[in-house]
């Protein structure tokens, strides 16, 4: 299961970003091996990224961690992990080279510093496989999560969302195919890369977006009412109107039309994105441009 939801959804160049800092800090902890080496040849025992009790917070990794705040508990169980075996990994390294510069080293000690240097290595590459997971399940023209990863973390997110609700909004374009028509696909392209973009900015930390497919969207909104949430949705579909996208002949004024309904616990994604897509298409026969919601006893208002 790909976790996406619960907090923050990452751009792909944020994911790119991780992923690069990750394999830069395999590098910088060879170069402490290096530096470890020299100490054992030297006898230099006052090295402080070395033979520091916290010298597993003087290390360049260590600043990337406390600057990589997460939010996600999947993604932050692969953190804590990291964090975890560094520190075991800078313990166990410390105690090695006081047992050479001491001269009581021992077999034991070789074997729990390789233990917790594997047990480094492996976190990282495992929090890597997760990071690649996700970039691999990202809609490729828009950067946004697409349907599947909504498909295989929609059962989980409703059960992280409690003690909040979990609402779903689902809208579309207002007449896209003109815009394709009219345009062309370059620029219909350009109008979702734009709107994308605008929604990862948009979106706040209780609210995921995803592509859903074609000019459709999907926003994930964890909050306590149907009041906020209808409140969310109206702002989202503002947002929208307000503000013209621009591609390289001009700008273009689009509106969306929007469906937002609760899912109730147990319930399967497709049963809730029936009810928002009844609720959405209410919309487009009564005027577009506007965002409906959708009760627990199927009764559909405009918000």
Same mark, same amino acid.
């Given at each position: 299961?790909?976790?996406?939801?619960?907090?923050?959804?990452?751009?792909?160049?944020?994911?790119?970003?991780?992923?690069?800092?990750?394999?830069?800090?395999?590098?910088?902890?060879? +170069? &402490?091996?290096?530096?470890?080496?020299?100490?054992?040849?030297?006898g230099?025992?006052?090295?402080?990224?070395?033979?520091?009790?916290?010298?597993?917070?003087?290390?360049?990794?260590?600043? &990337?961690?406390?600057?990589?705040?997460?939010?996600?508990?999947?993604?932050?169980?692969?953190?804590?992990?990291?964090?975890?075996?560094?520190?075991?990994?800078?313990?166990?390294?410390?105690?090695?080279?006081?047992?050479?510069?001491?001269?009581?080293?021992?077999?034991?000690?070789?074997?729990?510093? +390789?233990?917790?240097?594997?047990?480094?290595?492996?976190?990282?590459?495992?929090?890597?496989?997760?990071?690649l997971?996700?970039?691999?399940?990202?809609?490729?023209l828009?950067?946004?999560?697409?349907?599947?990863?909504?498909d295989?973390?929609?059962?989980?997110?409703?059960?992280?969302? +409690?003690?909040?609700?979990?609402?779903?909004?689902?809208?579309?374009?207002?007449?896209?195919?003109?815009?394709?028509?009219?345009y062309?696909?370059?620029?219909?392209?350009?109008?979702l890369?734009?709107?994308?973009?605008?929604?990862?900015? &948009?979106?706040?930390?209780?609210?995921?977006?995803y592509?859903?497919?074609?000019?459709?969207?999907?926003?994930?909104?964890?909050?306590?009412?149907?009041e906020?949430?209808?409140?969310a949705?109206?702002?989202?579909?503002?947002?929208?109107?307000?503000?013209?996208?621009?591609?390289?002949?001009?700008?273009?004024?689009?509106?969306?039309?929007?469906?937002?309904?609760?899912?109730q616990?147990?319930?399967?994604?497709?049963?809730?994105?029936?009810?928002?897509?009844?609720?959405?298409?209410?919309?487009?026969?009564?005027?577009?441009?506007?965002?409906?919601?959708?009760?627990?006893? +199927?009764?559909?208002?405009?918000?």
């Amino acid at each position: 299961m790909y976790a996406q939801g619960a907090a923050m959804i990452k751009k792909t160049i944020e994911i790119d970003t991780i992923l690069l800092d990750l394999n830069q800090s395999i590098d910088a902890h060879y +170069q &402490w091996l290096v530096k470890m080496f020299r100490c054992t040849v030297s006898g230099d025992v006052n090295q402080p990224d070395i033979f520091d009790i916290n010298s597993h917070c003087l290390c360049q990794f260590s600043q &990337w961690l406390n600057n990589h705040p997460v939010h996600e508990p999947e993604e932050k169980g692969f953190v804590i992990k990291i964090i975890i075996a560094h520190e075991h990994m800078h313990t166990r390294g410390r105690e090695l080279l006081r047992a050479i510069a001491e001269k009581r080293s021992e077999d034991h000690h070789f074997d729990r510093f +390789q233990e917790a240097l594997l047990a480094f290595t492996s976190a990282v590459m495992d929090y890597k496989i997760y990071l690649l997971n996700i970039r691999s399940n990202m809609d490729i023209l828009t950067g946004l999560p697409g349907r599947r990863v909504l498909d295989e973390s929609f059962d989980r997110q409703l059960i992280d969302a +409690q003690p909040l609700n979990l609402y779903l909004l689902l809208f579309d374009i207002d007449r896209f195919k003109l815009v394709n028509d009219n345009y062309g696909h370059l620029v219909g392209d350009s109008v979702l890369r734009t709107l994308a973009s605008n929604l990862s900015v &948009w979106t706040r930390y209780d609210e995921t977006p995803y592509r859903y497919g074609g000019e459709e969207f999907v926003i994930i909104i964890r909050t306590k009412t149907d009041e906020q949430a209808c409140r969310a949705g109206l702002r989202i579909c503002q947002l929208v109107a307000d503000n013209p996208i621009n591609y390289p002949d001009g700008e273009l004024s689009i509106t969306v039309t929007a469906g937002i309904t609760q899912a109730q616990q147990g319930e399967p994604l497709d049963v809730v994105i029936g009810r928002a897509d009844r609720a959405m298409y209410r919309g487009k026969q009564t005027g577009r441009n506007r965002c409906m919601f959708m009760d627990k006893d +199927q009764q559909i208002t405009r918000v």
